[in-house]
């Protein structure tokens, strides 16, 4: 999402409910979570999520990394409107090419990631490099109907006060999204059977657990 009219209207959207709905349900899917952390935050887009952590967990220190330049000079606009620029850091990179910020973190968060990646091994080979030992793992993202009929609705009930091209994003991303059993196949290639994969909401995936 590089065009900055798909930047902008992602985010100006209001994602305030499923965003913070997805900051609430860590401490259940992760309990025991670090009071003080260096965090990875990969595909932060606007750094909505981000900053949510970020007040969340006072003591995390969070590396946020996304490829689109428009969507970080929201994100970078946003973290300093919220006074949190000392504890969220925003940083431009394309994976797999580019260089991370940082390794050995002790919390990997994505939100949102997964689906656009045409090689899904790359997001969880990133996380692997990325994380330091028992690290932390935090992976959301929409999960694909099984049906057209029920993927329409979904459309309807959630984007269609939106924007055209918000709602013709948000279509896109349903159908290119995963399902849970794909998630899964995906992790046992990976060589992360430590991690689980639920259904979050009507929409979302989470994939979470500590590595080994």
């Known amino acids: 999402m590089d065009a900055a009219e798909q930047a902008a209207a992602y985010a100006s959207a209001d994602f305030s409910v499923p965003h913070q709905f997805l900051v609430d349900r860590i401490s259940r899917l992760l309990p025991g979570l670090p009071a003080a952390a260096r965090v990875l935050d990969l595909g932060c887009g606007p750094a909505d999520v981000a900053v949510r952590f970020a007040r969340a967990f006072p003591g995390w220190q969070i590396d946020g990394v996304d490829g689109a330049p428009a969507m970080l000079e929201l994100g970078g606009a946003h973290v300093a409107a919220a006074g949190l620029a000392a504890r969220v850091r925003l940083y431009q990179a394309v994976l797999p090419g580019d260089r991370l910020p940082g390794s050995g973190y002790q919390v990997i968060l994505s939100n949102s990631l997964l689906h656009h990646l045409h090689q899904p091994q790359v997001l969880w080979r990133t996380v692997r490099a990325a994380a330091g030992p028992g690290a932390a793992v935090y992976v959301t993202d929409l999960r694909r109907p099984a049906h057209n009929h029920v993927l329409r ?21 349903l159908r290119a999204a995963f399902t849970v059993q794909e998630v899964r196949a995906q992790l046992v290639i990976a060589g992360l059977p430590e991690l689980a994969v639920t259904e979050l909401t009507d929409r979302h995936l989470a994939v979470f657990g500590c590595l080994g």
């Not at 609705?153 to 013709?168: G, I």
Request: proline letters at 10%; charged letters at 30%; hydrophobic letters at 45%.
């Open 153 to 173: 609705q979904l459309v309807d009930a959630y984007s269609a006060p939106e924007p055209a091209v918000l709602r013709r994003d948000f279509e896109a991303s």
